[in-house]
């Protein structure tokens, strides 16, 4: 059975049908024309080298070949008919006014005329390796070398305790029972006219517990660290004796003024104690003395007061120098001043 077909449905299956016809009646007709445009273009190329053949005569043999290459060259890229009047042009302009042309005028013109479509021998060929300026020229010390400024000896323990026993007779094992007292570690600058320079710094005592101290100061640009153990070394090679009285306190009371630091230090009895500031305490203990009272009045900067401190302990004036002045001996002068048993 045929079922009676739309009158909307009738004219969308003829439209489709149009659609169809017409979409392949072009592709054909662009076949045509593309076969029609490569024979026209084989056809002129034939009559362009046959017109070559004819003029073989007058030319050399070398300008015949390379004309027909650079014909065949462009009739790659160029319809028949801009091959012709490509062709046309080239005849027109002789190769006598093509060499006496003039320089056309640009905005931003080269110094010198060459031909860019060629590498020249001198400026496009490398005579040196190639550098590469993403890397550095010179190449980075690890970070663990020291630099050269910086002689190795402040940095190696071993060769400060070396030195120390060939000069003192010290022994390595007393260097390293001595106690190791950081202090003072902090970040100073160096102002200069190229501007701020930074570098850590360190002040550092040793000392044997036994009357034996030492002290030194020490900055590095690198690491504090490095500071601590270049302070270090300086310390044990400015390390001396601070006299005490019966191994365990000091020759009266000592006052001194050192800057903008007032330090007051006292004798006790025994059993008293380390009663004073935590960094005498420090100095205290690294010296062996045991009974000990003071006060730190004025300025609280500790390098003033760790080395007024110092200063004091090492100056004291013991009973042979009052002996001495006094004309009396010693043992004397013990028992009236400092107390003191046989």
């Known amino acids: ?3 009676k077909m739309s009158k909307l449905a009738f004219h ?3 439209r489709t049908t149009k659609r169809s016809l017409v979409h392949s009646h072009g592709c054909i007709k662009a076949a045509q024309i593309a076969r029609q445009s490569t024979d026209a273009t084989k056809a002129l190329s034939e009559k362009i080298s046959s017109e070559i053949s004819q003029e073989a005569a007058k ?5 015949v070949i390379a004309r027909s290459e650079h014909i065949q060259r462009l ?19 002789a190769p006598d006014l093509w060499d006496k042309r003039k320089k056309a005028k640009e905005t931003f013109p080269l110094s010198y005329v060459d031909d860019l479509a060629k590498h020249d021998p001198f400026y496009d060929l490398p005579k040196m390796p190639w550098t590469d300026f993403s890397e550095p020229h010179q190449p980075v010390p690890p970070p663990n070398e020291l630099p050269p400024t910086v002689p190795p000896d402040l ?20 260097i390293r029972r001595l106690i190791v007292r950081p202090l003072v570690r902090k970040l100073v600058s160096n102002v200069t006219r190229l501007g701020k320079i930074r ?4 002040l550092v005592i040793v000392g044997d517990q036994n009357g034996m101290i030492g002290i030194g100061e020490a900055k590095d640009r690198n690491e504090a660290s490095r500071a601590v153990m270049k302070a270090k070394s300086k310390a044990l090679r400015n390390m001396f004796y601070i006299p005490r009285l019966d191994n365990r306190t000091i020759f009266g009371s000592l006052e001194s003024h ?14 008293f104690g380390l009663r004073v500031n935590h960094l005498i305490h420090e100095v205290a203990v690294c010296a062996g003395l045991k009974d000990l009272g003071g006060k730190v009045r004025g300025s609280r900067n500790k390098m003033n007061t760790i080395k007024a401190t110092i200063e004091m302990l090492r100056h004291q004036v013991l009973p042979e120098e009052i002996a001495q002045a006094r004309g009396k001996k010693a043992v004397d002068i013990k028992k009236t001043y400092f107390s003191a048993r046989k």
Do not use: C
Not at 59 to 63: A, G, I, R, V
Not at 258 to 271: A, K, N, S
């Open 258 to 271: 050192y800057h903008g630091v007032d330090v007051q230090l006292w004798q006790r009895p025994p059993g």
């Open 155 to 174: 940095m190696n323990t071993d060769v400060v305790e070396a030195e120390l026993a060939n000069n003192r007779g010290i022994s390595k094992d007393y």
């Open 59 to 63: 030319l050399e043999f070398p300008t």
């Open 199 to 202: 570098s850590f710094y360190s």
């Open 12 to 14: 969308q299956l003829l």
């Open 1 to 3: 059975m045929y079922r």
């Open 75 to 93: 009739s790659k890229y160029y319809s028949p008919k801009m091959l012709k009047t490509i062709i046309t042009a080239e005849q027109t302009v």
